[in-house]
């Protein structure tokens, strides 16, 4: 709570810098302005008062006098909070602050320190920076700060009313927030475009694909998936989701994938169904992270015609799957080719020794 | 008026020094602005809504740095100029507030901010200052 405390934070000044830089700026024009005012009076031979003020700063001392500057004013706060607890108050008030600046002054003293039941509304404390104030001039801060801190202001999603959309469904309160619109544009690009962005859209999808699901009487896991088959995406609002007639999916042509027999353990994680297991695994090994998601939320579905959808899904994954599995199709005919080979010279053999 | 009497501390006849001061600091616009004081009063733990006793801290700092500031200055005048000519005298009128002069300065208010020396500055690096002629 003394001076020497600004030795110790001088230590931290990185730390304290690098998240008030811009506290740190201020002060450092404001201390800077106070020192432009300073000014001391010479009496030169000739009579003639010479006001003597500095005319620049090395930048370090500027900064040591602003650290210096930021702990006092810390120390202040401190101690007045010190005094404001020790007395049993939460908030302190003007004799605590007056406290804390006699405690800080003590080092150098001020006018009544020796006497112990002082008043602290006429301490000298006061009483000197009265007359501070009364003779320095008054140098208004350079720059109008916006209100600090800077607080952003969250746009909140517009109601229902808000938007003026008139709700036939009952159960929902017109004063909840609208829902998202539906980005039936973006259908067709997710299709050549990486799955994992379209993670990053499923955040404006959700509800509408949610409700969709739940229209029709089977479970629909991939709320991504259900803008490439369905066609309607924004009928939300309209109508009662859970009596519309349930959505078709229609059959596409998906070219068979060779699938390599898999292991048994990681059926439980992925699917109960078989082509889908095949499906998988090789493509968590070589799908990007983004993909490996969104086929985990695959499992659990059991109806077959899902299956279809996933290899719909797949069918953007394949293309790179298919790559591994080219590579390990060439891996293994090099296999069976060596086998063959090992083979044939094994068969030639006894006809060369024979 | 009578709050110094009902409070049985002292007996004013007058109001306090201090009372009269925080009545006329509203009219005084410190140079460091209120929202910055504020902002370093509530990070030591200190929070008040009343604007006078934050104007009273940030005009109690400006006194401070002023202190300061004038002793620094005090320090820089009184030391003799290097090089007397006509042609640079003018350079004596300049007067910069160099970490030295700060140093000395915010020594008296038990601020220690000397740097330490570089090791090849002069053979007497390193001795205690006190015993060390300058």
């Given at each position: 709570m003394t001076y020497g405390d600004g030795e110790g934070g001088s230590q931290r000044r990185g730390s304290q810098r690098g998240s008030n830089d811009f506290a740190y700026a201020l002060a450092r024009m404001a201390v800077a302005q106070i020192c432009e005012g300073v000014e001391i009076s010479t009496l030169q031979d000739s009579h003639s008062r010479e006001g003597a003020r500095f005319s620049s700063f090395q930048e370090s001392a500027l900064e040591r006098l602003t650290d210096v500057v930021i702990q006092y004013i810390q120390s202040v706060g401190k101690t007045t909070q010190f005094y404001a607890n020790m007395a049993g108050r939460g908030e302190g008030n003007a004799l605590d602050v007056v406290q804390a600046l006699e405690d800080l002054g003590a080092g150098l003293g001020f006018n009544g320190a020796h006497d112990v039941e002082r008043c602290l509304g006429d301490s000298g404390v006061v009483k000197d920076?009265?007359?501070?104030?009364?003779?320095?001039?008054?140098?208004?801060?350079?720059?109008?700060?916006?209100?600090?801190?800077?607080?952003?202001?969250?746009?909140?999603?517009?109601?229902?009313?808000?938007?003026?959309?008139?709700?036939?469904?009952?159960?929902?309160?017109?004063?909840?927030?609208?829902?998202?619109?539906?980005?039936?544009?973006?259908?067709?690009e997710t299709n050549t475009e990486k799955v994992g962005e379209v993670k990053s859209k499923e955040n404006g999808l959700s509800l509408p694909s949610m409700q969709q699901s739940l229209d029709v009487d089977r479970l629909k896991v991939q709320k991504s998936m259900e803008q490439e088959d369905v066609q309607e995406p924004g009928e939300e609002p309209e109508g009662n989701p859970f009596l519309a007639a349930p959505v078709w999916v229609r059959e596409k042509d998906v070219p068979r994938v060779f699938c390599p027999s898999e292991p048994k353990n990681e059926e439980d994680s992925i699917g109960h169904v078989p082509e889908k297991q095949k499906n998988i695994p090789p493509l968590e090994a070589h799908a990007p992270p983004g993909m490996i998601n969104d086929e985990s939320r695959l499992g659990g579905t059991e109806d077959g015609q899902k299956t279809q959808r996933a290899l719909l899904r797949f069918k953007i994954g394949t293309r790179k799957a298919s790559m591994c599995w080219t590579i390990k199709q060439s891996l293994e005919d090099k296999e069976t080719r060596g086998r063959r080979r090992w083979n044939a010279k094994r068969n030639s053999k006894p006809l060369t020794q024979m | 008026m009578n709050h110094g009497q009902q409070s049985g501390e002292a007996k004013h006849e007058d109001d306090p020094a201090l009372t009269e001061f925080l009545g006329s600091l509203m009219d005084y616009t410190p140079t460091i602005p209120d929202d910055l004081v504020e902002h370093y009063l509530a990070k030591s733990g200190f929070q008040c809504p009343d604007v006078r006793l934050i104007r009273l801290v940030s005009v109690a700092t400006q006194k401070f740095v002023a202190d300061v500031a004038s002793d620094a200055l005090q320090h820089c005048k009184a030391r003799p100029a290097p090089v007397v000519k006509e042609k640079k005298q003018q350079k004596d009128k300049r007067l910069i507030l160099t970490m030295e002069d700060l140093s000395k300065a915010l020594r008296e208010y038990g601020v220690n901010v000397k740097h330490p020396e570089y090791f090849a500055d002069s053979p007497s690096t390193g001795i205690d200052p006190a015993t060390r002629e300058e």
């Open positions: 920076i009265v007359r501070y104030t009364g003779e320095a001039e008054e140098v208004p801060f350079v720059y109008s700060l916006p209100r600090f801190p800077f607080k952003k202001g969250k746009r909140r999603a517009p109601s229902f009313s808000g938007i003026g959309g008139e709700m036939a469904d009952e159960h929902i309160p017109v004063w909840l927030p609208a829902f998202p619109e539906t980005k039936s544009k973006e259908v067709e | -």
